[in-house]
């Protein structure tokens, strides 16, 4: 009788082996095998969601077949105190087992904002406001404080942190290069420099040109010679708030506003856009030449000139063009 219940006991004991071993087989097979997804899909996981909930939606999402093997590997793998909230992008036909690993070490996505240089701060908050993954609201920036650059952030983050960063950006840049400026400028503090590179900024987009043209201007500013500048009247009408989409006419030219570099002397009151780091230096350091004019080329370029009457046939030569 007792020989009975000791063979009865093995059998059970290892027929209980033989079944444990095959759902751990099973239970690795389908952690490792390829999830049902077949294309690429983002999901948001919040703070403070359960393992079972982060399961949960990834099931829903067609990320994972089995909400219950994701919760369970997840706990007695310790990978469940781990995971983290925020953006996930899981490949197609990625399997639960990467999911997890994915999630537990915290691989969100990263989203990139550019800001081209030239752009209006409206416009650079325009761009802001639209940015996906961003909350919140953002208070007005000053005209040219913000700096041009690829921002990235996490879904999530604050709209006014992003405009923080570009402001906190362009002050520091600023400071440096105002440092290391050339000496004589006739430029007094800081802020002269960014409205001026501001005008750089919108007179050209050529590398080759921006010392060239800054060096005009400083020319012309060291003779008192009014910088008339296109761009600053087209912000005059325009205000910044969006690009005129229109040629300049001879009236835009009169009109009053002390944008308007053809009416007024010296520099506008504040930036026309937010400029780069190239314009920025090179206005701090612009190139050393006898130009007082240019003009555009017709080809992306310009045409420059010392003399006014140079100056006057280079804008025959553009309107011939015409």
């Given at each position: 009788?007792?020989?009975?219940?000791?063979?009865?006991?093995?059998?059970?004991?290892?027929f209980?082996?033989?079944?444990?071993?095959a759902?751990?087989g099973?239970v690795?097979?389908?952690?490792?095998?390829?999830g049902?997804?077949?294309?690429?899909?983002?999901?948001v996981?919040?703070?403070?969601s359960?393992?079972?909930?982060?399961?949960?939606?990834?099931?829903?999402?067609?990320?994972?077949?089995?909400?219950?093997?994701?919760?369970?590997?997840?706990?007695?793998?310790g990978?469940?105190?781990?995971?983290?909230?925020?953006e996930?992008?899981?490949?197609?036909?990625?399997s639960?087992?990467?999911?997890?690993t994915?999630?537990?070490?915290?691989?969100i996505?990263?989203?990139?904002?550019?800001?081209?240089?030239?752009?209006?701060?409206a416009?650079?908050?325009?761009?802001?406001?639209?940015?996906?993954?961003?909350?919140?609201?953002?208070?007005?920036?000053?005209?040219?404080?913000?700096?041009?650059?690829?921002?990235h952030?996490?879904?999530?983050?604050?709209?006014?942190?992003?405009?923080?960063?570009?402001?906190v950006?362009?002050?520091?840049?600023?400071?440096?290069?105002?440092?290391?400026?050339?000496?004589?400028?006739?430029?007094?503090?800081?802020?002269?420099?960014?409205v001026?590179?501001?005008?750089?900024?919108?007179?050209?987009?050529r590398?080759?040109?921006?010392?060239?043209?800054?060096?005009?201007?400083?020319?012309?500013?060291?003779?008192?010679?009014?910088?008339?500048?296109?761009?600053?009247?087209?912000?005059?009408?325009?205000?910044?708030?969006?690009?005129?989409?229109?040629?300049?006419t001879?009236?835009d030219?009169?009109?009053?506003?002390?944008?308007n570099?053809y009416?007024?002397?010296?520099?506008?009151?504040?930036?026309?856009?937010?400029?780069?780091?190239?314009?920025?230096?090179?206005?701090?350091?612009?190139?050393?030449?006898?130009?007082?004019y240019?003009?555009?080329?017709?080809?992306?370029?310009?045409?420059?000139?010392?003399?006014?009457?140079?100056?006057?046939?280079?804008?025959r030569?553009?309107?011939?063009?015409?």
């Amino acid at each position: 009788m007792g020989g009975a219940v000791v063979r009865y006991t093995f059998l059970i004991v290892a027929f209980l082996g033989v079944l444990g071993l095959a759902v751990i087989g099973w239970v690795s097979n389908d952690l490792h095998a390829p999830g049902p997804s077949t294309t690429e899909t983002a999901l948001v996981l919040t703070h403070g969601s359960s393992v079972e909930e982060i399961a949960r939606r990834l099931a829903e999402a067609g990320v994972v077949r089995r909400p219950l093997v994701f919760s369970l590997v997840a706990r007695l793998s310790g990978k469940a105190r781990r995971l983290r909230a925020g953006e996930y992008a899981f490949p197609a036909s990625i399997s639960a087992f990467d999911a997890l690993t994915r999630i537990a070490r915290g691989d969100i996505v990263i989203r990139r904002l550019t800001i081209a240089e030239g752009l209006t701060s409206a416009q650079v908050t325009a761009l802001v406001t639209d940015a996906h993954g961003l909350v919140g609201d953002t208070a007005a920036a000053a005209e040219g404080s913000l700096l041009p650059e690829t921002y990235h952030y996490v879904y999530g983050d604050a709209r006014q942190d992003m405009v923080t960063r570009m402001r906190v950006g362009m002050e520091e840049l600023l400071a440096g290069l105002w440092a290391g400026r050339a000496s004589d400028l006739p430029l007094e503090t800081p802020e002269q420099a960014l409205v001026l590179a501001s005008i750089v900024e919108k007179e050209t987009g050529r590398t080759e040109e921006r010392a060239r043209i800054a060096g005009i201007f400083i020319n012309r500013l060291r003779r008192g010679m009014r910088l008339q500048s296109d761009p600053t009247v087209a912000y005059a009408i325009s205000g910044g708030t969006e690009p005129l989409k229109r040629p300049l006419t001879r009236a835009d030219l009169e009109v009053e506003s002390p944008f308007n570099t053809y009416r007024t002397s010296g520099l506008p009151p504040s930036p026309i856009a937010n400029p780069g780091r190239a314009a920025i230096a090179a206005v701090l350091n612009p190139l050393a030449t006898e130009d007082l004019y240019f003009v555009a080329d017709g080809a992306g370029g310009h045409l420059f000139a010392r003399t006014l009457a140079e100056h006057n046939r280079n804008v025959r030569r553009y309107r011939q063009r015409d």
